[in-house]
């Protein structure tokens, strides 16, 4: 039974809002860097193969080694750890396909590239709250003596709601488990660091920094044995064959700099965030906050208004100049309702109408102004046509 929400025509605000609109899709993409800009530049001009012992080779290897020492630092890893793919769900399905023969463990709230790389996975439930029952992890291996790899999201790309990653770790490492984590949309926003978690294997990606696209990391612990998903000359120490996107990992290198260096700013993002949180609940007592008790993310808040469907709000704030998502934006353009809200246990009504909004380092107070008028007065006008 599909949820009936009010489907109002929204409104064509064309006004210089539209003109120059707030951007609060971070958690899907983060605006590149100007830094960044002129690094990809600098790298596309240099022309030489990493691979090559030449001058213009040697030059093309040197801004992979500076990238390589930078993604490490923003995760807290060895240099020789970091394994450059092609993207996060490179990255994942690397990580999940390179130890055949172990049973495959993942959450139910994972992205899709995790819950997607292979055929027959067992499911972490979660509660309510939006976190992992460990307690059913611990069960699922001890249940199963075969070797096994779990694999657990550090921070939810919907919710923003924080995973007891250390703590699936020890739980993994006691039945002789290996661990992954989805780590992608922490760095630049909470502190990683790779070895107090205690994982194996971790998925960073560039364009979730400021960095650009087509580009992300593997980092793996010490000489664990990675079975190469492309397998060709050699790159990346046998892990990953194929000549390096220069390019992309020069700027994957100072994205993960200016990441380290505007840590500082999450206080300040996560007070608009509350901000306009407040807001939303004060015009919308009926609204449902996802995780709103747990450890979120400070740029993340995901809501629902009452009987208002995920498209229309997407449709009418894009209209009013904001610019917010439906859940995961890795869904080739659909807007379908959040696998994250059901596995939470949200009723089909509630998680159909679910927005997710994410800050940055470029959002202000006028941008929280801005969503909170046009939210308002979109449930305003349901709710006039209601009565």
Request: hydrophobic content about 45%; aromatic content about 2%.
């Given at each position: 039974?599909?949820?009936?929400?009010a489907?109002?025509s929204?409104?064509?605000?064309?006004?210089?809002?539209a003109?120059?609109?707030s951007y609060l899709?971070?958690?899907?993409?983060?605006?590149?860097?100007?830094?960044?800009?002129?690094?990809?530049?600098?790298?596309?001009?240099?022309?030489?193969?990493p691979?090559?012992?030449?001058?213009?080779g040697?030059a093309?290897?040197?801004?992979?080694?500076?990238?390589?020492?930078?993604?490490?630092?923003?995760?807290s890893a060895?240099?020789?750890?970091?394994?450059?793919t092609?993207?996060?769900t490179?990255?994942n399905?690397?990580?999940?396909?390179?130890?055949?023969?172990?049973r495959?463990?993942?959450s139910?709230?994972?992205?899709?590239?995790?819950l997607?790389?292979?055929?027959d996975v067992?499911?972490?439930?979660?509660?309510?709250?939006?976190?992992?029952?460990?307690g059913a992890?611990d069960?699922?291996?001890?249940?199963?003596?075969r070797?096994?790899?779990?694999?657990l999201?550090?921070?939810?790309?919907?919710?923003?709601?924080?995973?007891?990653v250390?703590?699936?770790?020890?739980?993994?490492?006691?039945?002789?488990?290996?661990?992954?984590?989805d780590?992608?949309?922490?760095p630049?926003?909470?502190?990683?660091?790779?070895?107090?978690?205690?994982?194996?294997?971790?998925?960073?990606?560039a364009h979730k920094?400021?960095?650009p696209m087509?580009?992300?990391?593997?980092?793996?612990r010490?000489d664990l044995?990675?079975?190469a998903?492309?397998?060709?000359?050699?790159q990346?120490?046998?892990?990953?064959?194929g000549t390096?996107n220069?390019?992309?990992?020069?700027?994957?290198?100072v994205a993960?700099?200016l990441?380290?260096?505007?840590?500082?700013s999450?206080?300040?993002i996560?007070?608009l965030?509350?901000?306009?949180?407040?807001?939303l609940?004060?015009?919308?007592?009926?609204?449902?906050?996802?995780?709103?008790?747990?450890?979120r993310?400070?740029?993340t808040?995901?809501i629902?208004?009452?009987?208002?469907?995920?498209?229309?709000q997407?449709?009418?704030?894009?209209l009013?100049?904001?610019?917010?998502?439906?859940?995961?934006?890795c869904?080739?353009?659909?807007?379908e309702?959040?696998?994250?809200?059901?596995?939470?246990g949200m009723?089909?009504?509630i998680?159909e109408?679910?927005?997710?909004?994410s800050?940055?380092?470029?959002t202000t107070?006028?941008?929280?102004?801005?969503?909170v008028?046009?939210?308002?007065?979109l449930?305003?006008?349901?709710?006039?046509?209601?009565a």
């Amino acid at each position: 039974m599909t949820v009936t929400c009010a489907t109002p025509s929204p409104r064509n605000n064309a006004s210089p809002t539209a003109m120059n609109p707030s951007y609060l899709d971070w958690n899907a993409t983060a605006p590149v860097w100007p830094a960044v800009a002129d690094a990809v530049a600098a790298a596309l001009s240099t022309g030489g193969n990493p691979s090559s012992v030449h001058r213009g080779g040697r030059a093309a290897r040197k801004l992979v080694n500076e990238a390589r020492d930078a993604v490490a630092a923003l995760v807290s890893a060895s240099s020789d750890s970091v394994v450059f793919t092609s993207g996060g769900t490179e990255a994942n399905t690397l990580a999940l396909t390179a130890f055949p023969g172990r049973r495959v463990i993942v959450s139910a709230i994972e992205h899709a590239s995790v819950l997607g790389a292979m055929n027959d996975v067992a499911i972490i439930p979660v509660r309510g709250d939006g976190l992992a029952d460990l307690g059913a992890l611990d069960e699922l291996l001890s249940s199963d003596p075969r070797p096994a790899l779990v694999s657990l999201m550090l921070a939810n790309n919907e919710t923003g709601i924080v995973q007891d990653v250390a703590e699936a770790a020890r739980i993994a490492h006691r039945h002789g488990a290996l661990i992954h984590t989805d780590a992608i949309q922490a760095p630049g926003r909470i502190t990683v660091d790779v070895r107090a978690l205690d994982v194996d294997l971790m998925t960073i990606s560039a364009h979730k920094i400021g960095g650009p696209m087509g580009v992300g990391a593997l980092i793996v612990r010490g000489d664990l044995p990675l079975a190469a998903l492309i397998k060709g000359g050699g790159q990346e120490r046998g892990r990953r064959g194929g000549t390096e996107n220069v390019p992309g990992i020069a700027g994957f290198g100072v994205a993960a700099r200016l990441a380290i260096e505007t840590l500082s700013s999450a206080p300040s993002i996560a007070a608009l965030r509350d901000d306009a949180q407040r807001r939303l609940l004060a015009l919308a007592p009926d609204a449902t906050v996802f995780g709103a008790d747990a450890a979120r993310l400070p740029n993340t808040l995901s809501i629902a208004m009452p009987r208002v469907a995920s498209s229309t709000q997407v449709i009418a704030l894009d209209l009013a100049g904001v610019m917010v998502s439906a859940g995961s934006a890795c869904s080739s353009g659909k807007v379908e309702r959040s696998h994250v809200l059901d596995a939470m246990g949200m009723p089909r009504d509630i998680a159909e109408c679910a927005i997710r909004i994410s800050l940055g380092r470029t959002t202000t107070a006028a941008d929280i102004d801005r969503l909170v008028e046009a939210w308002g007065a979109l449930y305003a006008r349901t709710r006039a046509s209601a009565a």
